[in-house]
């Protein structure tokens, strides 16, 4: 399955969505950037088929068929969309999609469908207290339990905060399994993600520098006690002229 979105936007004159191109396949995830407290959602909504754009067109498998695309996308975590009431207990929201998926949905599926995933601790926790990383985790397993749902959008998940590598490999994860995955989240988080390898090498560089200097101050400070003077920041004892320059337990000259 491959959907694309070709220069859509929405809204009068874009503001709600400036011209707009990206596209997601089965088996990939893909990033796309939307800044603003609308344009994410605006987003979502229309790489799902569930909002129909101003100008431009939406595809799947080269077709306009909004139907197909929410059939086969689920929209994850939109904000005043998708995302669960704040107040709700997790296991309450996995109770109510258990329901959907045609699933068993008492309170004892929902808790043994939570410790499948090791997060039963957190059933009685409203879902706004749950960490970026269990709460994305459980709301993407839970969309893909629906039958039909080939695809996921996943929207601003930065906004929960956390290190977005984070949901970024999640993503991955899900990509793995065959699912097409689209991200839509903040310009700070497409630049953090794009640039993983040059941050990983600055912390390895940071780290190593760190323990080089950790073993140079060992070195420095058993010098130091040996009785030799400071390899850095000593002032070296210099003998006046005439001074006696023996060496300790030998004559003077």
């Given at each position: ?6 220069a ?5 004159k ?9 596209a997601?396949?089965s ?6 950037a939307?800044?603003t407290e609308q344009?994410p959602?605006v987003?979502?909504?229309l ?30 975590d939109a ?6 009431d704040?107040?709700?207990l997790?296991?309450?929201i996995?109770s109510?999609?258990?329901?959907f998926?045609g699933?068993?949905?008492?309170p ?19 879902i ?8 994305l985790?459980?709301l ?9 749902v080939?695809?996921?959008v996943?929207?601003?998940p ?11 490999r999640?993503a991955?994860?899900f990509?793995?399994?065959g ?8 310009y700070a988080?497409?630049?953090?993600i ?18 080089a ?6 070195r420095e ?9 400071p390899?850095f ?6 003998t006046?002229?005439?001074?006696d320059?023996s060496?300790p ?5």
């Amino acid at each position: 399955m491959r959907v694309e979105l070709k220069a859509v936007t929405k809204g009068r004159k874009g503001r709600a969505l400036p011209e707009t191109s990206v596209a997601y396949r089965s088996g990939t995830a893909v990033l796309a950037a939307a800044e603003t407290e609308q344009r994410p959602t605006v987003l979502g909504l229309l790489a799902s088929g569930r909002m129909v754009p101003d100008s431009g067109t939406v595809l799947i498998d080269g077709r306009a068929d909004a139907s197909a695309l929410r059939r086969r996308i689920a929209l994850v975590d939109a904000p005043d969309v998708s995302d669960p009431d704040s107040s709700v207990l997790l296991a309450g929201i996995v109770s109510e999609e258990l329901m959907f998926a045609g699933r068993r949905s008492n309170p004892l599926a929902a808790w043994r469908w939570l410790d499948e995933l090791g997060l039963k601790g957190l059933a009685t926790t409203p879902i706004a207290n749950v960490g970026p990383a269990e709460r994305l985790r459980v709301l993407c397993e839970l969309a893909v339990l629906r039958k039909g749902v080939e695809g996921i959008v996943l929207v601003a998940p930065d906004r929960h905060g956390g290190e977005p590598l984070v949901w970024w490999r999640l993503a991955q994860e899900f990509a793995a399994r065959g699912l097409a995955v689209l991200v839509i989240a903040g310009y700070a988080s497409e630049w953090s993600i794009r640039h993983e390898q040059s941050l990983k090498d600055i912390a390895e560089a940071e780290a190593s520098l760190g323990e080089a200097l950790g073993a140079f101050d060992e070195r420095e400070a058993a010098w130091a006690q040996s009785g030799g003077a400071p390899l850095f920041g000593g002032t070296p004892e210099i003998t006046p002229p005439g001074a006696d320059s023996s060496i300790p337990g030998e004559e003077p000259k």
